[in-house]
């Protein structure tokens, strides 16, 4: 079977609370950010993303903050359900004029307890 | 109706042997990637091309050689794998021209390990 990722930071969550996720990011000019939920066995989902300009996106229960003062995003997940327990991965784009990569974070498990 | 679609989703294999995994996504993206997941769960891009064209290569051996026979296909061949290469391999497309300012949307990867 596949390794359950045991470096990964996680967070521990009752069901109904929310939930934040934090990540720092590197590079001062990255102008693009999206975070992914990664279930066992499946690839990464896209679940929000927000531009260098905003400081704040909000989506169906999930809320995208970004600090580029302090190269800082979190994602806020509210009445976190059992299904939200996954892996949840920040990326930045950096790049020049030709070239563009998303550099993605460690990740961190999120598990919901019933 | 699968978006991005990989081939196999488990490949186990001697070391030395040579292996192709196929993607496709159907989309209508002119950007396709892949990456490589550790046992860490740490994904790091190794491709990309846009409309057929290599656009970003990662430091990684040239034993790995991507092919992309058209806009909607990328595939990944590896020579003389190595015991070093199992792992998770995931396939991504986006609509962004390789500009990085639209979301990636992923495969469900393909796991391989080699013997």
């Known amino acids: 079977g596949e390794s359950v990722g045991l470096h990964l930071p996680t967070l521990s969550v009752q069901e109904g609370d929310n939930s934040i996720i934090n990540c720092a990011y590197s590079?001062?000019?990255?102008?693009?950010f999206i975070w992914y939920k990664q279930e066992s066995g499946k690839g990464p989902q896209f679940i929000i993303d927000?531009?260098?300009?905003?400081d704040k996106r909000q989506g169906q229960r999930v809320t995208v903050l970004l600090n580029k003062t302090v190269k800082h995003l979190s994602l806020q997940i509210a009445a976190t359900q059992p299904g939200d327990s996954a892996v949840y991965f920040c990326?930045?784009?950096?790049?020049?004029?030709?070239?563009?990569?998303?550099?993605f974070g460690s990740g961190t498990r999120l598990l919901v307890r019933p | 109706d699968t978006a991005v679609s990989q081939t196999p989703k488990y490949l186990v294999t001697q070391m030395g042997n040579d292996k192709s995994i196929k993607c496709e996504q159907n989309?209508?993206?002119?950007?396709m990637y892949w990456y490589k997941q550790d046992s860490k769960k740490f994904l790091k891009i190794m491709f990309s091309y846009n409309n057929k064209e290599l656009i970003i290569n990662e430091t990684v051996p040239n034993r790995f050689s991507p092919k992309s026979p058209d806009k909607a296909h990328l595939n990944l061949h590896i020579n003389s794998l190595e015991l070093g290469d199992s792992a998770v391999y995931f396939c991504?497309?986006?609509?962004?021209?390789?500009?990085?300012?639209?979301?990636?949307?992923f495969g469900d990867g393909t796991r391989l390990s080699i013997l």
């Open positions: 927000i531009r260098s300009n905003m």
């Open positions: 990326a930045e784009n950096m790049g020049t004029d030709s070239s563009y990569k998303l550099i």
């Open positions: 590079n001062s000019a990255s102008d693009y």
């Open positions: 989309l209508g993206h002119d950007t």
């Open positions: 991504a497309s986006s609509r962004d021209g390789g500009s990085g300012n639209q979301p990636q949307h």
